[in-house]
């Protein structure tokens, strides 16, 4: 014969107490990211219409969030911004045509992309919408 004793705890309690806990210690870091992706879309948008010529040639919000993230991310996290140069740098070697006509030109263009987004980041992430 089975025997139930009713009590009053759930047996689910301690559980459901330690998945809020883990849920409450992995929202924040995801939190914090999507402030900072939010800031990199602004800043993204904000340069666009005036870039145009590289952001319709992948320096886009894709290669934003894929080929520069980890460069981006060290923005929120340790405080390091990346250069101009470094940005371009990634976006350039996206292209694999360093030796061709107009290799020169890109690279200039691409780094006045990449400062004018860094720029437009910076004044973003520090006007305290996304801090």
Do not use: C
């Amino acid at each position: 014969m089975l025997n139930l004793v009713k009590t009053n705890v759930s047996p689910l309690k301690p559980v459901q107490g330690l998945v809020s806990l883990i849920a409450g210690l992995w929202s924040r870091q995801p939190a914090a990211n999507r402030r900072f992706n939010a800031a990199v879309r602004a800043a993204f948008r904000g340069i666009a219409s005036e870039h145009w010529r590289n952001t319709e040639s992948l320096f886009d919000e894709y290669f934003l969030a894929t080929h520069a993230q980890p460069l981006l991310q060290a923005i929120p996290t340790e405080q390091r911004w990346p250069t101009p140069e470094e940005l371009a740098l990634i976006w350039y070697s996206q292209f694999g045509d360093s030796g061709q006509t107009g290799a020169l030109t890109k690279r200039v263009g691409a780094i006045r992309t990449a400062k004018a987004f860094l720029t437009a980041l910076r004044s973003e992430w520090h006007s305290g919408d996304y801090v």
